[in-house]
């Protein structure tokens, strides 16, 4: 809404511009007489005030330069509606429990492994007779959501441990020591050890996954804080006396939005993806939590039967397509949000 | 560069006690049943016997530093699930060789294909071969590494023709778990080198040399390879780690009788001590194999900064 009313006002101050240079400026010297052309000008205090105006906005230029890579955009339409559905398709008619296991009514039998498209089973059904269609779409909204949490956990403990590392003189020792001691630490080992000793859950993985994630975020940010924190618009405003708070979230905050938010969707890919590991070792989410993890897990079992492949094959194209999409996406955005880029 | 030494070992001492610490305090909070072979069919009292004589019914800090003190002397306790009452060492002296041999072949492997697909990459930017090349690593580095190894095995065991389970004798079976092990450092590699490339192909040296007359391939080669190829050099750290996450995934997959697999198996069956020793041994890797590739850092290229790194690990 303001960068329309931004637009509307840029426009009228230029048309404004135009109408002055037409009575007062290039256009109107033309047809003056040579002896006049070169006198002196009368000094005009209204024309000595004038200033050039930009109509610069930052997050209009982010959108527009966005909007100019036409495959970005394409992808982010086609991921808000692959996540879109998954968050809508328990609403949607005619859909099944994806722990729901269907029974033929005549054997008393399980469907089990039916082939796709077969029987009512669009995506076909698993080994004990479970709806795939159904289960892909529950999964993938548990493994969204994971990652939602992940990344938003690493963001806001990574941005403000960030701030204060760097803003902060005297944190900084303390800071710089732990983090020495911290980033020796692999990752993964810790997320193996919390799941190890925690029970299987949603919250578990998260804690797992968010327990180093926000290092390398702090880490990051604090490096780009040291760098502007002296700059003279900083130093002009403390010298005015602006709270910390307000430079932090006014001056210093902005100025990390690209790196800030391509750190989120990168998160998002490597989330799933550990997921799926911990899965694999055996301590991922039980079964009655279908998870894009389990799923593929299940899938692997009877991946080596040529006709059973299906089970794997369609968890892992919307795990694929929803991880590329994160990171091309990410990508794209954070060289839009770069003002860099934004001269034209 | 004796003080930075000194402090960087330091460190790394700190953070190997924090870690054995919290592993064994975690693991106090688990079930006991990971204690006993035949947990479900021993009563209380044998229960309790068989606590109080492994110690764990002692105050905590007791066992914290009886755990200590048998560590220093090469003693991770015994096995109690996966080879009953077998030492730890033990286990793993066998199990490590197998590991070491693939996780190096995986790095020479994905320096040799990473550096010359990141120097083409490089040298033809913005032309076919680096959008092909971009494309590969773009999919390598998003598609989770979980889900790639498996389509790897499972087409990779058919083209190859051979079985699931690993045959250490014969080269075939090498090929895949190599393979897919460097797979990400390779992306990793070919993806910094093309960036610093093209960041060195801006400098005036290369404006000096193409006035000269020199072509463009001696450029890219014999100019801006060489001083592309001296910042990689930091990522060697990153990619060790990758390279030992990986094999934990890969060699429980091929079913190699290595150190990964074996800590996939203990995890599943619930064997409290072998996943102690083993989180323990992956953690001491890790911290030896990031001192090294720092230092190393600084013995090729003194101008590098002590302690600043970039990239993800």
Known sequence: MLFFLKNAKSAQLESALNAKQAEDGPGAWANLPEDQLFTPADFSEARAEATAYSNYSYWGSTLRSFLKNKFAVALLIALVAVVGFAFLQPHLPGQVDPNYCRVDPDTGIQLRNIAPGVDGFVWGSNAIGQDLWARIWAGTRTSLVIAFFVAMIEAVVGITVGVLWGYVRQLDFFFTELYNICDNIPSTIILILISYVASPSVPTLILGMSLTGWIAMARFIRNQILIIRDRDYNVASRCIGTPTFRIVLRNLLPYLVSVIMLRMALTVPAAIGSEVFVTYIGLGLSVETPSLGNLINDGRQVMMQAGLRYQLIYPTIILSFVTIAFYLIGNAFSDAADPKNHLQ | ?313
């Not at chain 2, 393979?179 to 093209?198: D, E, K, P, Q, T």
């Not at chain 2, 040399?209 to 050099?233: D, T, W």
């Not at chain 2, 198996?265 to 989180?279: E, K, L």
Request: with cysteine; net charge positive.
């Open chain 2, 1 to 313: 560069m004796a003080s930075y030494l000194a402090r960087r070992i330091g460190h790394s001492i700190l953070t190997l006690f924090i870690i054995v610490t919290l592993v064994f305090c975690l693991l106090r909070l688990m079930p006991v049943e990971g204690y006993f072979a035949n947990y479900e069919k021993m009563t209380e009292t044998q229960i309790q016997a068989g606590l109080q004589s492994m110690g764990l019914l002692d105050p905590l800090p007791v066992q914290i530093f009886r755990f200590w003190r048998d560590a220093f002397h090469g003693d991770l306790g015994v096995s109690h699930i996966y080879r009953v009452n077998v030492p730890v060492v033990d286990i793993l002296k066998d199990k490590l060789p197998i590991s070491i041999q693939m996780g190096v072949l995986a790095m020479i492997v994905s320096l040799v294909v990473g550096i010359p697909l990141g120097s083409v990459m490089g040298r033809f930017k913005h032309r076919l071969p680096d959008q092909i090349g971009t494309a590969i690593v773009i999919l390598i580095q998003a598609v989770p590494a979980a889900v790639y190894y498996l389509y790897i095995q499972m087409y990779g065991t058919t083209a190859l023709n051979i079985g699931l389970l690993f045959n250490a004798d014969r080269w075939q079976y090498w090929v895949l778990p190599v393979f897919s092990m460097s797979l990400g450092n390779i992306a990793f590699y070919a993806m910094w080198l093309r960036r610093y490339m093209v960041d060195e192909s801006n400098k005036d040296y290369v404006l000096l040399a193409r006035a000269k007359g020199a072509s463009e391939n001696r450029i890219a080669l014999r100019h801006i390879f060489r001083n592309a190829m001296v910042p990689l050099v930091q990522y060697i750290p990153s990619a060790f780690l990758n390279t030992v996450v990986g094999s934990i995934y890969i060699e429980s997959l091929y079913s190699i009788p290595g150190m990964g697999g074996l800590l996939v198996t203990c995890v599943q069956r619930h064997d409290n001590t072998m996943v102690q020793g083993i989180v323990l041994l992956y953690a001491c890797v890790g911290i030896i194999g990031l001192i090294l590739g720092d230092l190393l850092m600084v013995l090729i290229d003194p101008r590098i900064s002590l302690g600043k790194k970039e990239g993800g690990r």
